[in-house]
């Protein structure tokens, strides 16, 4: 059974950096795709980033790009984000999923249906 542990959220203010783990148990983070998804308060779960299986490229929504980096650890369990130049936008329980997912448009693998496998959350909360 495939499980998925975020860790690593927590409140910080307007320009501080965060990195979360994502560990995987009962599969490899790359035996699917693999996302950051997010929810803030009053909206829908959306995408951050993903990494596709076929070719280990990543995909950022736009408003990410330059300050988020998704990777994966030494371990193939491991995946990670790393949030540089926070802003109170940023704010959401942030999620990580697994599933079979190859598309590069954003409005096709920003959509929480198309994820098979979740993870608890973890919040991060961006306020002075």
């Known amino acids: 059974q495939v499980q998925l542990a975020e860790s690593g959220g927590g409140l910080v203010q307007p320009g501080g950096s965060l990195r979360l783990s994502c560990v995987v148990s009962?599969?490899?983070?790359?035996?699917?795709?693999i996302a950051w998804l997010r929810k803030a308060p009053g909206k829908e779960h959306r995408g951050v980033s993903y990494?596709?299986?076929?070719?280990?490229?990543?995909f950022y929504r736009d408003s990410v790009k330059g300050r988020f980096t998704m990777s994966r650890g030494f371990s193939q369990n491991v995946v990670y984000l790393q949030m540089d130049s926070l802003k109170p936008e940023d704010t959401a329980l942030y999620f990580c999923?697994?599933?079979?997912?190859?598309?590069?448009?954003?409005?096709?693998?920003?959509?929480?249906?198309?994820?098979?496998?979740w993870g608890q959350g973890t919040q991060v909360t961006v306020s002075s």
């Open positions: 999923a697994m599933g079979i997912m190859a598309d590069d448009d954003y409005g096709t693998w920003s959509s929480a249906t198309h994820w098979h496998y």
């Open positions: 009962g599969s490899t983070s790359d035996a699917y795709s």
């Open positions: 990494i596709r299986r076929s070719d280990g490229k990543t």
